[in-house]
């Protein structure tokens, strides 16, 4: 009695492990970074823009998985971007999801209210990688 049980359990088991490696593997996602020289007078100008206009827009848009802003504490190794003080983080599904949010109409009038703030609005560092 006992070792059908266990033949049921194994069983059940195999299936599920052939069930879920049946499955496609989803596209990693893409990481956007983006190097902030904000202005020092206009830290709070940004800040409040980030929480209250750009981040409450993004998380809505289609594709959106995380968005943060960190302000660069200090340099441990090797060098930053000079100038750079804040770096942006824009996690999504696909490059092709990100393309339509950047193209939106949300996203050119929410962008400026962080650009507005740098001290350079066409000289940033922008990299785009892909999650492994």
């Not at 069930?19 to 709070?44: G, H, M, N």
């Not at 209250?52 to 998985?65: E, L, M």
Request: glycine letters at 4%; hydrophobic letters at 40%.
């Amino acid at each position: 009695m006992q070792r059908r049980e266990y033949l049921k359990t194994i069983l059940a088991a195999g299936a599920s492990l052939s069930a879920s490696s049946a499955q496609p593997k989803a596209t990693p996602p893409i990481v956007l970074y983006v190097d902030l020289v904000v202005d020092a007078a206009k830290e709070k100008e940004m800040l409040n823009a980030y929480h209250n206009t750009f981040r409450p827009a993004a998380v809505k848009f289609p594709g959106y998985i995380d968005l943060k802003i960190v302000k660069l504490r200090t340099v441990l190794q090797g060098s930053a971007p000079s100038g750079m003080n804040y770096r942006f983080q824009l996690t999504y599904q696909s490059e092709e999801a990100r393309q339509k949010w950047v193209n939106s109409d949300v996203h050119k009038k929410v962008w400026p209210t962080i650009e507005n703030t740098l001290t350079n609005k066409t000289n940033y560092t922008v990299l785009l990688c892909d999650a492994v």
